[in-house]
């Protein structure tokens, strides 16, 4: 499991792992720009960590194998687990965008006596496939080895240079060098095939909410939803409001892809640092070194 971390530079006696999950493309490097934002405001005394999707970033690791969520879901949690056994003062504040969110419930279900602070983004928590967006990819993901053998032909067919001049050209000059990296390296047929497989087995697992677990952890829980999300329209944020009343309820500007937008990551990262700076609370430091774990 590729991940992305900066290592606290100071010591403190009492350790806190920031853990970002991904939502689908789950590759780290699309998270870069929030980490270090974080990392910005808050400093260097713990550990920020975003762990990519087994398969969606440098396939070659698993032998190109596909994943389906429920196994994604068991290596998330043999990552805590592990963790944990190691270091069993550890208190956890998870985020999680899109399906990260539903990651971060079933970290919820295992770890809860570890978690200070959650925080949904855009989450896709329940009934996916009602959503506009939802209906409009299902025939895909019900054919999702279509798709696959469309970028596997494109990768035979176009170089590596072409392929990140189209990237470039498609996206903007403008955007950040992660950004273009974690979209390059979705032009990969093992890749694309893990991303489509995970999609299609969302729309048939993520249905019911789990109420009952969120209302046992609402106080620890920040929504951040969207203005326009297609994925998460209106009448789940009105219930998610409505039957979780003690979380805390944000909104952004910014479509479902926040991090892809003008001033997403800057917009989001000012709710999180808000919701979790008594936890993070400390002086800040100028190094941003990230390290690919």
């Known amino acids: ?129 009602l959503s506009r967006k939802g209906r409009q990819m299902m025939p895909l993901f019900n054919n999702y080895e279509r798709g696959v053998a469309l970028v596997a032909a494109a990768e035979f067919i176009m170089p590596l240079s072409l392929r990140r001049w189209i990237v470039r050209r498609v996206l903007g000059d403008k955007t950040s060098e992660p950004l273009q990296l974690a979209s390059l390296s979705l032009v990969n047929a093992s890749v694309m095939r893990n991303v489509l497989k995970m999609a299609a087995n969302e729309m048939e697992e993520v249905t019911e909410l789990d109420g009952d677990l969120l209302a046992k952890i609402e106080e620890k829980v920040l929504f951040v939803y969207s203005t326009v999300d297609e994925w998460v329209p209106a009448e789940f944020v009105q219930e998610y409001q409505l039957r979780f009343p003690n979380a805390q309820h944000r909104v952004v500007p910014q479509a479902h892809a926040f991090m892809m937008e003008v001033n997403g990551t800057r917009d989001m990262a000012a709710h999180i640092s808000h919701w979790i700076s008594e936890v993070l609370d400390g002086k800040q430091s100028g190094e941003m070194d990230a390290v690919v774990a």
């Open 1 to 129: 499991m590729q991940s992305l971390v900066y290592y606290p530079l100071e010591y403190v006696k009492h350790k806190t792992l920031v853990l970002v999950i991904p939502g689908n493309p789950g590759v780290s490097f699309y998270y870069l720009p929030l980490m270090q934002e974080l990392i910005r405001k808050h400093g260097r005394r713990h550990e920020v960590r975003c762990l990519s999707h087994v398969g969606h970033f440098m396939p070659h690791k698993n032998k190109e194998q596909a994943f389906t969520l429920q196994e994604q879901l068991e290596y998330k949690a043999a990552y805590l687990q592990q963790r944990l056994r190691d270091e069993p003062t550890l208190q956890l504040v998870l985020i999680g965008h899109s399906i990260g969110s539903y990651f971060l419930l079933d970290m919820a279900k295992r770890f809860r006596q570890h978690i200070a602070k959650l925080v949904f983004m855009q989450p896709t928590i329940m009934h996916m496939a």
